[in-house]
């Protein structure tokens, strides 16, 4: 699903190629409670932060764990939608809120049901 997209740009009317390339626990990387995803924008990196306090509370509202996987699904979400609406795509970082992880999240599960699965992640080499 956000493993790789296109959007295009609300504002320049570009056509944005992203695809998911890594994600990384940003307390060795930035010292920051958050996971990093990142994404290979139109061949530059864009990171978007996920706030770790939003796994813990997942886990607190339902019982689940957001995965590595759902995580880069929940950070493409939020990336496709800053970017069509307006935020573009020439910050470095993006920083999601615990509610905004949450309410993507629960937008991911719902189009993997109507799919039917998960995506599955690539595998770089």
């Not at 930035?30 to 995803?37: L, M, N």
């Not at 509370?57 to 950070?75: C, E, H, P």
């Not at 937008?107 to 595998?123: I, S």
Request: net charge negative.
């Amino acid at each position: 699903m956000y493993e790789e997209f296109h959007v295009t740009d609300h504002w320049s009317g570009e056509e944005i190629n992203c695809r998911w390339k890594s994600t990384i626990v940003a307390i060795a990387t930035r010292h920051a409670d958050a996971v990093d995803v990142c994404f290979e924008v139109n061949g530059r990196a864009l990171w978007v932060a996920l706030p770790l306090e939003a796994w813990g509370r997942q886990k607190s509202l339902t019982g689940k764990v957001i995965t590595d996987q759902l995580a880069a699904q929940i950070a493409g979400r939020f990336l496709k939608k800053s970017i069509e609406e307006g935020d573009g795509a020439q910050r470095e970082i993006r920083t999601m809120t615990v509610p905004e992880v949450l309410s993507h999240l629960e937008a991911v599960v719902a189009e993997a049901k109507e799919r039917g699965e998960m995506p599955t992640l690539p595998v770089i080499e």
